[in-house]
């Protein structure tokens, strides 16, 4: 509840709806309290005073009666009738939903068959047709707003019922002998409420808006009772000469569906894991850089293609700043295969990522260091000489080709695009190159698969489409953030041997990203492993492997099982990786390391070389 409080603080309009929203519900709670005139006490006398009139601070009617009091009440009225009306619909269309998704077959035909008959008419005419055959009231009115919401939610939360309905906690509950009712009640009800709350809070607005209306049509509440809708529909008549009489219910009715419609979109997103800024910002094309200067040009030993110099990234949400690369440093020569190492949240897809800038702004922001390839600055090069960068000279190969393939477009049409995106080449001849990419991915019967999409493809298949695309342009670097992670051994195997042929055959130097040392030793001639978003160690892979120096790393290698070598403790590493905007002082490993001593924690801890390795510890299990 803490945190969903938090989100929904850090988004300002969203904060400043809410704030509005409080302080006119609570006026109008207050109301009976206040020392307000009779708001229907007639004064004809009186009538149409001006506003700050003596006795009258916002002025009076057609009829004398006091505007601040009628004010008052009606939007204590108004209030009243679009929660009511909303909690009906979200209780009723709710239920429909998760009984229709639930069920399905001849139940879910009739209720959502029904739901369509309702939806078929214009809603404002539908509730103009329920008021008519039920009569003028403001009873009558909250019936007719609430019936015509309930299709909205009905289908709503019928569509995310019918995903849940399949899922395997669904079957579990099953077989543990739980009956439908049950089911839906404590397995599918609290899935949707999330939904449920979000459908409630940006449509109550556009009920009290509704219930407004009917009352302006005088088909909601009757005479003399007040309510925003009635006010000014009354006012109408003297809009010209008396304009204050109009304004004033009128300005009420923007700030309460305002203040509730801020309110409402701060909270859906709030609620969405996804944003966790709760944010109304889209990503910005590239990551946001605000470093006070590059560092100068340090010429790597041998000369690198790409080269990574001190790189910081940062997450910065609110007042929170998240390092999630802590100035790491790594070159790539030509034709190399460097293998980047580490557990999840180390900063290794981070680090990949930040390279061509693709790290998402907001929340992320590179605060420090620089990119070279060929000697040329990235970081700090605009984004058209960026955008001309991606995939034609730096390409990327993903863990999920599930995620970054698009579900609706084939195959070739996907591959044509990467490759025009950088080559001016007709749809024929992009047809033609697609097909030689596939080929030479080796990808079973190509003349078949280029037509086919994303989801008729197996999990190799699609990993081996993506490593096509990232070859559709000849780049000279390839980063692949675990391609192999989802696949199976067999397929691991293949994908990897296929990386190490192209990188043969093509030159191409790879930055490879896993957590898998057998990876690591088959494909990468050196090895970087990194911590809490800085690199512990580096170095030959062969040597590292054989005689690691951080005990991190040497825990890492011993958590890995060993087929065929007899009975072996399996090592686990304790307790977790520490919390990246409260590290601790000096070595960030040092509370999970057995051979953590006090000086570990006094002071920072540089990256110290010797030849060809470099180890980041103040005791390490081997001298480099």
Known sequence: MTAFLQRLARNRLAAAGGAMLALIVLVALAVPLLPLQDPNATATAERFARPLSEGHLLGTDHLG??????????????????????????????????????????????????????MGFPYVLLALAIVAALGPGLVNALIAVAAVNVPFFARNIRGVTVALAGREFVDAARLSGMGNLRIMAVEILPNVLPVIVIALTTTTGWMILETAGLSFLGLGSQPPQADLGSMLGEARAALISHPHVAVVPGVMIFLVVM?????????????????????????????????????????????????????????????????????????????????????????????????????????????????????????????????????????????????????LYRIGDQLAEAIRAHQPMGARAARVRALELLRDVRMPRPEDRIDDYPHQLSGGQRQRVGIAMALANNPDVIIADEPTTALDVTVQAQILALL???????????????????????????????????????????????????????????????????????????GLPPRLDALPPGCAFAPRCHRARPDCGAGDIPLRRAGARAVRCLHPETTP
């Open 65 to 118: 009666r006091d505007l601040l009091s009628r004010l008052a009440h009606g939007t204590r009225l108004s209030l009243a009738m679009g929660f009511a009306a909303a909690l009906i619909a979200a209780v009723l269309g709710s239920v429909l939903g998760i009984v229709a998704g639930f069920l399905g077959g001849r139940v879910d035909n009739v209720i959502m068959r029904g739901v369509d008959m309702l």
């Open 259 to 407: 203040s509730i419609n801020l309110f409402g979109d701060g909270v859906r997103d709030a609620l969405d894991p996804r944003l966790g800024a709760g944010a109304l910002t889209r990503p910005l094309p590239a990551t946001v850089v605000d470093r006070p200067a590059p560092p100068p040009l340090r010429e790597p030993d041998p000369p690198a293609l790409l080269a990574i110099d001190d790189l910081r990234t940062e997450f910065r949400l609110g007042r929170r700043v998240l390092p999630a690369v802590d100035g790491v440093s790594l070159s790539l020569g030509r034709g190399e295969a460097v293998g980047l190492v580490g557990e999840s949240g180390s900063g290794k897809s981070v680090t990949a990522l930040s390279v061509m800038r693709l790290v998402a702004s907001p929340p992320g922001v590179i605060a420090g260091g620089a990119v070279r390839l060929d000697g040329e600055e990235v970081i700090g090069a605009p984004f058209e000489v960026l955008r001309a960068l991606r995939g034609r000279r730096v390409a990327y190969v993903f863990q999920d080709p599930q995620a970054t393939l698009h579900p």
């Open 500 to 574: 190490e042929r192209l990188r043969r055959e093509r030159g191409l130097s790879i930055l490879f990203i896993t957590h898998d040392f057998g990876v690591v030793a088959q494909l990468c001639e050196r090895l970087a492993v990194m911590y809490a978003g800085r690199i512990v160690e580096e170095g030959p892979t062969a040597e590292v492997l054989a005689a690691p120096a951080h005990p991190y790393t040497r825990r890492l290698i011993a958590c890995v099982p060993e087929p065929g070598a007899g009975r072996r403790r399996l090592e686990a590493i304790p």
